[in-house]
């Protein structure tokens, strides 16, 4: 059995990312390290519980004693790095938090990683010949699109938040490791996911559980921003993918080619949840007599995000072609899947 170290695995794509990958690749035990932050959740990870080849540790990836303990003990033969801190407006509030973790924590990873399997530069040890670093990184490295661009692994980077800046920085660290020592590494950058287990913080869950309450939902500036979305175990897919049969050195690009303004996204939901749970807060008064409403009607437009990235769109072509990736969820698909999911989590802040 080979033991890999999984950071950040109690989180939205992790926690979704390891009972995939436990299920599929049956020569891995996983070790789980996540700080369990608000964003970190072990009740994400019920269904391995029970496993034998899982196991969970508590701990900071900025500690570098306690990834070294890690490495030692459990002789990691492998890295999945999903531990970040993610939300860009919490990165424009507290930048500092975002640098300390992603850039710090995964030169503290890469590192002890390079001293463990390897001699000195371009040499391996001899047990350690096959093992690899990889970094789960994000399109927002690639800042903003025009009309009708799309990110490829080629693109030029320019970050144009905190959280985008600290993550490109954890990518060129980990690019140069594989340059400057010989180290194994993978990078894949992703569009936004969605899915299952998904903090309520995020767009998706946001509108799911305000509508659900009645309450506003609240929709940046004009809601003509443009993501590419990519549901979650697609993405995961793809990571499982990669780590086994990707080329050392390279990036690779996932990406669900599923474009939608923000507005299309909230429609969407509303549309879903109009039909699937209409609640009796679901109504309006005309003429004196209540009618059905739409959730629609809490849909409210505030102030835009400073910074905020007009378009993100991937080119996934590469890993389709090289690999044999395909996303099996289009966002149709996808969004009813992630609905039905949020609607056993909130249904109670419906009366």
Same mark, same amino acid.
């Given at each position: ?14 926690s979704?990312f ?13 070790i ?30 900025c ?7 890690i ?30 973790t992603n850039?710090? @924590? ?20 001899s ?13 927002e490295v ?7 661009d799309?990110f490829?692994?080629n ?11 600290s993550?490109a ?12 020592? @010989? ?5 894949t ?13 995020k ?11 009645g309450?506003?939902?609240p ?14 175990l ?5 990571? @499982? ?11 690779y690009?996932?990406g ?9 996204i ?8 109009d039909?699937?749970?209409p609640?009796?807060?679901n109504?309006k ?5 209540f009618?059905?409403s ?29 690999l ?9 698909? @996808? ?13 109670q802040?419906?009366?």
């Amino acid at each position: 059995m080979i033991n890999i170290l999984v950071t950040g695995g109690a989180g939205f794509i992790g926690s979704n990312f390891i009972p995939y990958f436990l299920d599929r690749y049956k020569a891995y035990n996983i070790i789980n390290i996540d700080l369990l932050t608000y964003a970190g959740n072990v009740e994400n990870l019920k269904e391995c519980e029970t496993s034998q080849r899982y196991k969970f540790i508590k701990g900071n990836i900025c500690n570098r004693e306690l990834i070294e303990f890690i490495f030692k003990e459990y002789d990691i033969q492998g890295v999945i790095h999903f531990a970040a801190e993610s939300h860009v407006d919490n990165s424009i509030k507290d930048p500092g938090k975002f640098i300390k973790t992603n850039v710090e @924590g995964t030169f503290v990873l890469i590192d002890t990683a390079y001293k463990y399997w390897m001699n000195k530069p371009f040499s391996y040890k001899s047990k350690y010949q096959k093992c690899r670093f990889h970094h789960i990184s994000t399109d927002e490295v690639y800042g903003t699109l025009n009309e009708t661009d799309l990110f490829t692994e080629n693109s030029p980077y320019a970050p144009n938040s905190p959280y985008s800046a600290s993550k490109a920085s954890a990518d060129m660290i980990v690019r140069s490791y594989q340059e400057t020592y @010989g180290l194994n590494t993978l990078i894949t950058n992703c569009s936004n996911n969605y899915g299952p287990k998904q903090h309520n913080e995020k767009l998706i869950p946001t509108i799911i559980r305000k509508a659900l309450a009645g309450e506003l939902v609240p929709i940046y500036g004009d809601g003509k921003n443009i993501r590419d979305w990519l549901y979650v175990l697609d993405h995961c897919k793809g990571i @499982g993918l990669v780590f086994q049969t990707g080329v050392e050195s390279n990036v690779y690009n996932i990406g669900g080619r599923n474009e939608r303004t923000n507005l299309e996204i909230v429609d969407k939901v509303c549309s879903i949840l109009d039909e699937q749970l209409p609640c009796k807060h679901n109504t309006k008064l005309v003429n004196n007599s209540f009618i059905k409403s739409s959730y629609r009607d809490l849909v409210t437009f505030v102030g835009d995000r400073p910074g905020h990235d007009k378009r993100y769109a991937i080119d996934a072509t590469k890993i389709e072609v090289e690999l044999g990736w395909k996303a099996d969820e289009d966002f149709n698909s @996808g969004i009813e899947k992630t609905i039905k999911w949020y609607l056993d989590e909130y249904k109670q802040l419906c009366p």
